[in-house]
């Protein structure tokens, strides 16, 4: 095929960018879209030399027509631009497609931009440089490091614990976080304490205050407070008697500044806490928000890289934000000197922060063109951004320290003197409640009681705390972030329940069997230092092979004595009962498998009795008859709840139990089931599937709807509702 020697080919990872990045780079431009990456380790073996500790890469078997097509399309062509996305893993894919598509005819280039923008796209396309393989060097070093964890350990656990399971380099050591979080809770031994308020009245004002010292020591918060009802009861006689004035009254002004702007971590962690989004939702609606979308029939993106452990801000950015605040708000909001920031210890500094590709794009204007959730985090983002060059905040803070017999009380109040970058962004400042207008001098006690309270443990993980404590041990990257703990919860070793995480019983067991015979490896200080090293890889500081060495030395050494000791953890894994098997009267042995503990039969394999521990030896016998034989169904607890299996042991016939419900389709007789889908959410369908495909995900309630007679209403969080009419019932 001839070569066109005058139009240059991109080629970028997602197809939703080729039509904008066509029109930013005119006609002497065709792009074509790599859908990722293309060649990774092979999937049914290692793929790793334990020798050399060199990879072996194999085209990925979905992506062998996409590969075809890049090579029969790249044939045309002198010259390539790699445009995947600007960080390691991009950098690594970049490598990947030139390694296919190479030919001595043609030249390869590398070109990054940090925002799908008309602007950053050609000055990209103008300042094209080569791959950097330090870059890539580290992303191939992470790479075959999980994989030789992965496929060293997850075998042992198989042999051990129950099929299916998997270690992970950083996965497990974020589960151990779970895990060591939930050991501190259940161990937790709660302490009371009754801390003290009273409420005083000067000329006519009222105002509250907490006891802080007693007898000239301190008597506040969970330490210091009475510890029983008794003292805290002689502590309020005392102050009852007392005569009360205020003895010290300060006021103060201090500056507070606005927050960096965000990075993936903090990003996620506020839109947790501010809209209850998933770390998963925020990174796919930020990923919207990156490719762009269509303004003024150009796909334009709207926010900066989100990929990011960087807060730092491009100098023409910064002067652009100036600007846009001088015009909208006047210099005066203005910070003093334009703000910069620097990334902390550890961060990457690929690309900057996160921030809006145009300030002048504010939340009001693409109102028009974003749905909810996108305008929501965009929003968020702009607000954090255009406060980053704004004054900081002035508040005044007034503390009253009212003292009487050997005894003090403070009360506390804030008000805000100048909103300064608050104006953008009000979510960032909380300040305390206002008091009111005092003066030294007497005051009366109008009130004083003491609140019994308990000492309470740390708090369970979310989503978004996990990755704000993985950031700040340095676990992981802000790429890695949201499939770890994807995987934790598709293993089942941990469960999101009332949106906190709960390690399992298998998560727990696994955990501490890594931990006893990988001390090492799965240390959270190896870890954070292992990333530390990649750090250097890619900066070019050390090679590829002197960071992977460090992993497989201390996995080597410790697979073998944890082969070793085999024989020792297998034993350790059953434990004999006193209960005898229902079936042929053999002893039952607990054991552990991929969904908990289990009570199988000690003459395995000739008994296959098995039940779950915890689950009654004896069904209960239900009114309802085998659809198959005609003989009465047992209702039975199984890893996924409740069903129904035939009495009889030579009918194999199992369904799901009715939940007395008919069904509502017209002309069906069936009832309706509760059922589980593949992620293990709650549904409720027909018991005739696949004949009536009639399904739901709120609880049905056997009522019917007085608005517009549906047979059904189903419960929601806020209410009963009709699912037809969708109107709220009383």
Same mark, same amino acid.
């Given at each position: 095929?001839?070569?066109?020697?005058?139009?240059?080919?991109?080629?970028?990872?997602?197809?939703?960018?080729?039509?904008?990045?066509?029109?930013?780079?005119?006609?002497?431009?065709?792009?074509?879209?790599?859908?990722?990456?293309?060649?990774?380790?092979?999937?049914?073996?290692?793929?790793?030399?334990?020798?050399?500790?060199?990879?072996?890469?194999?085209?990925?078997?979905?992506?062998?027509? !996409?590969?075809?097509?890049?090579?029969?399309?790249?044939?045309?062509?002198?010259?390539?631009?790699?445009?995947?996305?600007?960080?390691?893993?991009?950098?690594?894919?970049?490598?990947?497609?030139?390694?296919?598509?190479?030919?001595?005819?043609?030249?390869?280039?590398?070109?990054?931009?940090?925002?799908?923008?008309?602007? !950053?796209?050609?000055?990209?396309?103008?300042?094209?440089?080569?791959?950097?393989?330090?870059?890539?060097?580290?992303?191939?070093?992470?790479?075959?490091?999980?994989?030789?964890?992965?496929?060293?350990?997850?075998?042992?656990?198989?042999?051990?614990?129950?099929?299916?399971?998997?270690?992970?380099?950083?996965?497990?050591?974020?589960?151990?976080?779970?895990?060591?979080?939930?050991?501190?809770?259940?161990?937790?031994?709660?302490?009371?304490?009754?801390?003290?308020?009273?409420?005083?009245?000067?000329?006519?004002?009222?105002?509250?205050?907490?006891?802080?010292?007693?007898?000239?020591?301190? !008597?506040?918060?969970?330490?210091?407070?009475?510890?029983?009802?008794?003292?805290?009861?002689?502590?309020?006689?005392?102050?009852?008697?007392?005569?009360?004035?205020?003895?010290?009254?300060?006021?103060?002004?201090?500056?507070?500044?606005?927050?960096?702007?965000?990075?993936?971590?903090?990003?996620?962690?506020?839109?947790?806490?501010?809209?209850?989004?998933?770390?998963?939702?925020?990174?796919?609606?930020?990923?919207?928000?990156?490719e762009g979308f269509d303004i003024d029939g150009e796909t334009t993106g709207l926010i900066t890289y989100m990929r990011t452990d960087s807060v730092r801000i491009e100098p023409a950015a910064i002067e652009e934000c100036r600007r846009f605040i001088t015009e909208k708000w006047g210099a005066e909001k203005l910070s003093p000197k334009p703000r910069r920031y620097r990334a902390s210890g550890g961060a990457q500094d690929a690309h900057e922060a996160i921030r809006p590709t145009d300030i002048k794009r504010t939340p009001e204007l693409m109102a028009e063109i974003l749905d909810p959730r996108h305008l929501k985090l965009y929003s968020m983002i702009w607000k954090r951004?255009?406060?980053?060059?704004?004054?900081?905040?002035?508040?005044?803070?007034?503390?009253?320290?009212?003292?009487?017999?050997?005894?003090?009380?403070?009360?506390?109040?804030?008000?805000?003197?100048?909103?300064?970058?608050?104006?953008?962004?009000?979510?960032?400042?909380?300040?305390?409640?206002?008091?009111?207008?005092?003066?030294?001098?007497?005051?009366?006690?109008?009130?004083?009681?003491?609140?019994?309270?308990?000492?309470?443990?740390?708090?369970?993980?979310?989503?978004?705390?996990?990755?704000?404590?993985?950031?700040?041990?340095?676990?992981?990257?802000?790429?890695?972030?949201?499939?770890?703990?994807?995987?934790?919860?598709?293993?089942?070793?941990?469960?999101?329940?009332?949106?906190?995480?709960?390690?399992?019983?298998?998560?727990?067991?696994?955990?501490?069997?890594?931990?006893?015979?990988?001390?090492?490896?799965?240390?959270?200080?190896?870890?954070?230092?292992?990333?530390?090293?990649?750090?250097?890889?890619?900066?070019?500081?050390?090679?590829?092979?002197?960071?992977?060495?460090?992993?497989?030395?201390?996995?080597?050494?410790?697979?073998?004595?944890?082969?070793?000791?085999?024989?020792?953890?297998?034993?350790?894994?059953?434990?004999?009962?006193?209960?005898?098997?229902?079936?042929?009267?053999?002893?039952?042995?607990?054991?552990?498998?991929?969904?908990?503990?289990?009570?199988?039969?000690?003459?395995?394999?000739?008994?296959?009795?098995?039940?779950?521990?915890?689950?009654?030896?004896?069904?209960?016998?239900?009114?309802?008859?085998?659809?198959?034989?005609?003989?009465?169904?047992?209702?039975?607890?199984?890893?996924?709840?409740?069903?129904?299996?035939?009495?009889?042991?030579?009918?194999?016939?199992?369904?799901?139990?009715?939940?007395?419900?008919?069904?509502?389709?017209?002309?069906?007789?069936?009832?309706?089931?509760?059922?589980?889908?593949?992620?293990?959410?709650?549904?409720?369908?027909?018991?005739?599937?696949?004949?009536?495909?009639?399904?739901?995900?709120?609880?049905?309630?056997?009522?019917?709807?007085?608005?517009?007679?549906?047979?059904?209403?189903?419960?929601?969080?806020?209410?009963?509702?009709?699912?037809?009419?969708?109107?709220?019932?009383?």
């Open positions: 095929m001839s070569r066109d020697a005058k139009k240059k080919l991109i080629i970028i990872e997602s197809p939703a960018k080729a039509r904008s990045l066509k029109n930013y780079l005119g006609k002497g431009w065709d792009v074509i879209a790599s859908y990722g990456h293309v060649r990774d380790l092979p999937l049914n073996r290692m793929g790793v030399n334990t020798e050399t500790l060199e990879p072996a890469y194999t085209v990925l078997p979905q992506k062998r027509a !996409a590969v075809a097509k890049l090579r029969k399309v790249a044939s045309s062509y002198n010259e390539i631009y790699l445009a995947a996305d600007p960080d390691r893993e991009g950098e690594a894919i970049c490598w990947h497609i030139y390694k296919l598509l190479q030919d001595k005819n043609t030249s390869f280039k590398r070109i990054r931009f940090n925002s799908i923008t008309r602007d !950053a796209v050609r000055a990209a396309s103008v300042a094209a440089t080569d791959i950097d393989m330090d870059l890539v060097d580290a992303q191939q070093a992470r790479r075959v490091m999980d994989r030789l964890v992965g496929y060293k350990i997850s075998p042992y656990l198989w042999r051990t614990v129950g099929k299916g399971l998997s270690a992970g380099r950083v996965q497990t050591v974020a589960l151990r976080l779970i895990v060591e979080r939930e050991q501190s809770i259940t161990s937790f031994l709660p302490k009371e304490f009754w801390p003290v308020t009273a409420e005083f009245e000067q000329m006519g004002s009222r105002f509250h205050a907490k006891l802080l010292k007693l007898d000239g020591k301190r !008597a506040d918060g969970e330490k210091y407070s009475p510890r029983n009802k008794e003292k805290a009861d002689n502590v309020l006689s005392r102050i009852r008697e007392a005569r009360w004035e205020i003895s010290s009254l300060k006021e103060t002004e201090k500056a507070r500044k606005s927050s960096p702007p965000f990075i993936t971590s903090s990003l996620q962690v506020a839109a947790s806490g501010r809209f209850s989004m998933p770390p998963s939702v925020t990174m796919r609606i930020a990923q919207d928000l990156y951004f255009a406060a980053t060059q704004m004054a900081d905040a002035i508040i005044a803070e007034t503390v009253a320290l009212v003292s009487g017999t050997d005894t003090v009380f403070k009360a506390t109040g804030q008000k805000v003197v100048n909103p300064g970058f608050s104006i953008a962004d009000p979510a960032q400042l909380k300040v305390a409640t206002e008091i009111p207008c005092l003066t030294e001098g007497q005051v009366n006690l109008e009130n004083v009681s003491a609140e019994q309270k308990f000492t309470k443990p740390l708090p369970r993980y979310s989503e978004a705390a996990l990755v704000a404590e993985m950031k700040k041990k340095a676990i992981g990257r802000p790429s890695t972030y949201v499939s770890i703990i994807a995987t934790l919860k598709k293993r089942t070793y941990v469960e999101l329940k009332e949106k906190k995480l709960f390690p399992t019983e298998i998560g727990m067991v696994t955990t501490d069997l890594l931990i006893r015979l990988f001390p090492h490896l799965f240390d959270i200080g190896f870890t954070a230092r292992l990333e530390e090293l990649l750090d250097l890889v890619a900066s070019g500081k050390k090679s590829y092979k002197e960071a992977v060495s460090q992993l497989y030395t201390p996995l080597a050494s410790s697979l073998e004595e944890a082969m070793r000791r085999l024989p020792e953890i297998k034993a350790s894994m059953v434990k004999e009962t006193s209960e005898k098997c229902p079936v042929c009267g053999k002893i039952l042995m607990e054991k552990m498998g991929k969904f908990g503990k289990f009570l199988a039969c000690s003459g395995f394999p000739s008994c296959r009795y098995t039940r779950p521990v915890g689950e009654a030896t004896e069904a209960v016998v239900s009114e309802i008859k085998c659809s198959k034989c005609g003989k009465n169904m047992l209702v039975r607890n199984g890893r996924y709840g409740r069903y129904l299996a035939c009495s009889d042991p030579a009918c194999s016939h199992t369904q799901p139990v009715p939940i007395g419900v008919k069904c509502p389709v017209e002309e069906c007789t069936g009832d309706l089931v509760e059922r589980k889908s593949r992620k293990g959410k709650l549904f409720y369908s027909c018991n005739r599937y696949p004949d009536c495909d009639f399904a739901m995900w709120n609880k049905p309630l056997p009522r019917e709807c007085p608005r517009c007679g549906f047979p059904l209403l189903e419960e929601r969080k806020k209410g009963v509702f009709c699912p037809s009419c969708r109107k709220k019932i009383d």
